[in-house]
């Protein structure tokens, strides 16, 4: 676990992180009770967000500065890709939605804004303000699984398969580099850039609770907007 900068952005947003661990979706999650259709709304809605997390390191792997960085970028893509939206397209399946279908769901107002702030994040900015942006959804999903895992599996398959996909060795091993890379660019920064990259860091951990939210209360847009 990192003990470096990556460790202080987590501390200095525990506030965050302790309403994420205690957000009915993610406790739904761990002792199975989560509604059935709260899982699948969420994960068509994730599998929108992942197309552009997707997109996001596959840009950030073209920034990278070195060919380890670059490695690395691309294996967490080829996880996003072939582990993660593979799980939700079966799930999904299971429960009678279709590749197809998920493929056309509409983001979210929340997913829609979240990918965005990641997309703009990672055109504009150095590759630090990239990682720090990815690591609250990578290092968060991660600590989320660990946490669950720790306390029990459910009984209920697909949770169950939610939990060990993000407590994989190879999830965990990616999560780590990423904690070590924004530990070794904060050790060499600024005050003024640090401040910057927690700021970039709190956006998307305030995403990440605002996602589970969306997906627990089933709201792709305000009940204000017309369908």
Do not use: N
Request: net charge negative; glycine share 6%; hydrophobic share 40%.
């Amino acid at each position: 676990m990192s003990t470096g900068f990556a460790r202080q952005l987590r501390e200095r947003t525990a506030s965050v992180w302790d309403a994420v661990h205690a957000h009915p979706f993610v406790t739904g999650i761990g002792d199975g009770t989560l509604p059935t259709e709260v899982f699948t709304f969420y994960l068509a809605q994730d599998h929108a967000y992942l197309d552009g997390f997707a997109r996001v390191l596959a840009v950030a792997a073209a920034k990278a500065e070195s060919l380890d960085d670059m490695r690395r970028l691309g294996g967490l893509l080829a996880l996003t890709l072939e582990e993660e939206m593979e799980m939700h397209r079966r799930t999904c399946a299971a429960f009678g939605i279709t590749s197809d279908e998920l493929e056309r769901t509409e983001p979210g107002l929340v997913t829609s804004a979240y990918t965005s702030y990641l997309l703009r994040t990672c055109y504009e900015g150095s590759m630090t303000d990239i990682l720090a942006v990815l690591l609250p959804c990578a290092a968060g999903y991660v600590e989320i699984a660990q946490r669950l895992r720790e306390r029990g599996l459910p009984d209920v398959e697909h949770y169950r398969e939610w939990i060990e996909t993000y407590t994989d060795p190879s999830m965990v091993e990616l999560v780590e580099w990423l904690s070590e890379r924004v530990d070794a660019m904060g050790a060499e920064a600024s005050e003024a850039a640090r401040v910057r990259w927690l700021d970039r860091y709190r956006t998307s951990a305030r995403y990440e609770l605002l996602f589970f939210d969306m997906a627990w209360r089933r709201e792709t847009w305000p009940s204000i907007v017309p369908a």
